[in-house]
């Protein structure tokens, strides 16, 4: 039998200093900091060790250069700025945002090494590869009103959400039936509604990093009585995947994750992405909009308000 999850509810108080906590705690964050802090030393040094006296003149074409920066990296933070501002815009989720601003620090940086010297660049391009290798982008740890879930804990949600306490108390010895009243304790508000929202997802994939905060926040718009929200994370339960009809790559090189299932009394309604074997076919892009549009959650909201 599986641990319970923890509740939702039971929330950490959040940290005065979020970013200060992250930057403290995540490797991904703190190499990456460290990797582009380590320019100004680079750069103050490859004048008089790295290079010839043509990079002295181009990098400290007057004394305060060293402080306001060459032409080459004035022009490369003026549309680095510009790409975060439009994926500032355009981007839903932080974790997106930050996974795009990072990649395309990393490209300004290297060329910019690249201009003082190529060995520099081959450094800058040798760290960011042993980063990839030893850490990862963090998913959001928020769950806003969503469960986190076992794929056990979730089928007996499913299967027995509509048994009665009275029922449990008199087999609590069978086995699943104590998972669920395990699930109960854990989630009291949770096994008696109607519907549930499951994103299936795994940690160690970027995309589903990238939209990892898509379903905490819409669960505390739309969570009530009648439909609840739950995580499961497939990374740690691989096995469970071909229950719910979801492939995790293999052979044909396709992993279908993020997946969002919506399930009414323990039968599956509809899924996004529809994934389908035509190559041809492009997979939507996953947004809140799209969610909302797919799952139809205004009118489920709608309907709970006006008491249907």
């Known amino acids: 039998m599986e641990a319970p999850a923890t509740p939702a509810a039971a929330k950490k108080p959040p940290h005065p200093l979020p970013w200060l906590n992250l930057l403290a705690t995540e490797p991904f964050y703190l190499l990456h900091f460290l990797v582009f802090f380590s320019y100004f030393v680079a750069r ?19 004394r305060s250069t060293f402080f306001l920066g060459s032409a080459q990296e004035i022009q490369a933070i003026l549309a680095f700025l510009l790409l975060a501002v439009v994926k500032m815009v355009k981007l839903e989720s932080w974790e ?10 990393k490209g300004f940086l290297f060329a910019v090494a690249l201009l003082i010297n190529y060995h520099l660049a081959f ?14 982008q963090p998913a959001c740890d928020d769950l806003g009103d969503s ?10 949600l499913l ?9 449990l108390l008199i087999l609590g010895k069978n086995v699943r039936t104590y998972t669920f009243f395990s699930c109960l304790l854990c989630f009291p508000e949770r096994p008696y509604a109607i519907s549930w929202q499951v994103e299936f997802r795994n940690q160690y994939s970027s995309r589903c990093v990238r ?42 090189g396709t992993c279908q994750l993020p997946t969002y299932i919506l399930f009414d009394h323990a039968v599956e309604v ?37 008491g249907k």
């Open 270 to 306: 509809t899924r996004f992405p529809e994934f389908t074997f035509d190559s041809k076919a492009s997979t939507p892009k996953i947004t809140k909009s799209n969610l909302c549009r797919h799952f139809e959650l205004d009118r489920l909201l709608i309907d709970y308000v006006s």
């Open 44 to 62: 103050g040094s490859a004048v008089e060790i790295l290079s010839s006296p043509e990079l002295h003149h181009r990098l400290l074409r007057r």
């Open 147 to 156: 469960s986190q879930l076992t794929p056990l804990q979730l089928e007996t």
């Open 123 to 136: 450094c800058y391009l040798v760290a960011f590869l042993v980063i990839f290798v030893l850490s990862q």
């Open 96 to 105: 997106a945002f930050v996974d795009d601003i990072v990649f395309y620090a």
């Open 211 to 252: 939209a990892s905060r898509l379903l905490p926040e819409l669960s505390i718009t739309y969570s009530n009585k009648n439909i609840s929200f739950g995580i499961v994370d497939l990374g740690h339960f691989p096995n469970a995947a071909e229950i719910f009809g979801i492939s995790l790559g293999g052979a044909l």
């Open 159 to 167: 299967t027995e959400g509509s048994t009665s306490r009275f029922w």
